[in-house]
């Protein structure tokens, strides 16, 4: 007999949950979870596979603890005059916001967002115990700095998560709102940049925010820009007293050293890391266009993907394209779908078939 986990005696929140899972099919043109679909070039993998076949030797020592390497590094990579005890890392971003969450959230206590975003924040929110609040958006998926402040006056949550620009409609969001959302509540308010390399060069980061603001945390992430999804490296940078509170809730030693310094490696070469970015953005607005001249209705995109509505049947077109080897994403708005810009050939592969369906 086959049981399921909500047989067991798990918590009483979890029965009935669905785990995170985008489809991970084996097709040749995969654009459903934002990587960068370009590998690393062969300088920089030889540079990492050196590095961490030096490392390879001490593997029967614990790491750095602090990974004082490698939150220098960060550092630099991030100016605005931060240092080293501005910086934390851990294993992707999600790990990052869960230390955030199981530091600040926890049980009653509430967390809030505004939907549609990051499918996620949901499942780390109430892994902690806390409750989770979704926040409405307006024409198009933006988020005002008064209609952020009157929700986040009447739910008075413990943590705020704005992602920006926001995943999974690519939406920017002003530094105005986030300074009044900060200014509105005496929680953490996360801004997520996760897609912040793919925004216009002039758009501020929210790191420019944080000087007088220790509620505030930037977090970003090696998976998307930095094409390093696989590593599995995030970062954030706050106030220097925000990361010691995190030092209270990570696992010892969570930062392998092989991880280390594979991205100490390449960050010394964040310049090549980031080269394929203006293609990706050049493609990025090629799927706008091309999706706009074909009837649907692409959404502003500061991010590396394009939301698009007009889509008649999101599951039958996830279908015919997955038939053709081509992977998107059904976020699971009505009407709309997700796809990745890829290189010049996939984003192209995508368009023709997508053009390519009698429906
Ligand atoms: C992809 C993504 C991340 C990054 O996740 P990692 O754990 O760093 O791979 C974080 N936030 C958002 C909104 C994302 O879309």
Redesign the pocket.
Do not use: F, H, I, P
């Given at each position: 007999m086959t049981i399921s986990f909500s047989d067991l005696p798990i918590r009483d929140e979890f029965r009935g949950m669905t785990p995170y899972g985008a489809p991970q099919a084996p097709l040749p043109v995969a654009l459903n979870?934002?990587e960068n679909t370009h590998p690393i070039p062969d300088d920089v993998a030889t540079d990492i596979v050196d590095s961490v076949s030096l490392a390879v030797r001490d593997l029967n020592r614990y790491p750095d603890r602090e990974f004082s390497l490698l939150r220098e590094a960060f550092a630099g990579y991030l100016g605005h005059g931060l240092s080293a005890e501005n910086v934390w890392a851990a294993?992707?971003?999600?790990?990052?916001?869960q230390h955030i969450l199981q530091a600040f959230a926890g049980p009653d206590r509430t967390v809030m967002g505004f939907g549609p975003?990051?499918s996620?924040y949901p499942l780390l929110t109430q892994a902690t115990g806390a409750q989770w609040f979704a926040g409405e958006r307006g024409p198009d998926f933006s988020l005002t700095a008064a209609s952020a402040v009157a929700q986040v006056e009447e739910v008075n949550p413990n943590v705020i998560l704005l992602?920006a620009p926001?995943?999974p409609t690519g939406t920017p969001l002003p530094l105005d709102v986030i300074a009044a959302v900060y200014d509105a509540t005496d929680g953490i308010v996360v801004v997520?940049e996760?897609?912040f390399e793919f925004a216009p060069h002039d758009a501020p980061s929210a790191l420019t925010l944080l000087d007088g603001r220790p509620r505030l945390v930037v977090?970003r992430?090696?998976?998307?820009a930095f094409a390093f999804?696989g590593a599995?490296?995030?970062y954030l940078a706050a106030d220097p007293a925000f990361i010691d509170a995190l030092r209270l809730v990570r696992l010892p030693y969570h930062l392998s050293s092989l991880t280390q310094v594979a991205a100490l490696a390449a960050l010394r070469h964040a310049d090549t890391m980031l080269a394929t970015v203006d293609n990706i953005v050049e493609q990025r607005d090629r799927i706008s266009a091309t999706l706009t001249a074909l009837g649907y209705r692409p959404y502003e995109s500061w991010t590396n993907f394009v939301l698009f509505g007009g889509v008649a049947d999101p599951q039958a077109t996830f279908l015919a394209l997955y038939e053709r080897g081509i992977l998107i994403r059904d976020v699971g708005i009505p009407g709309h779908m997700r796809v990745s810009a890829g290189t010049e050939e996939e984003t192209t592969a995508f368009l023709d078939a997508l053009a390519s369906l009698e429906f």
């Open positions: 979870v934002n294993n992707g971003s999600n790990e990052v916001l975003t990051y996620m992602c926001n995943n997520d996760a897609y977090s992430t090696m998976s998307k999804a599995r490296v995030g």
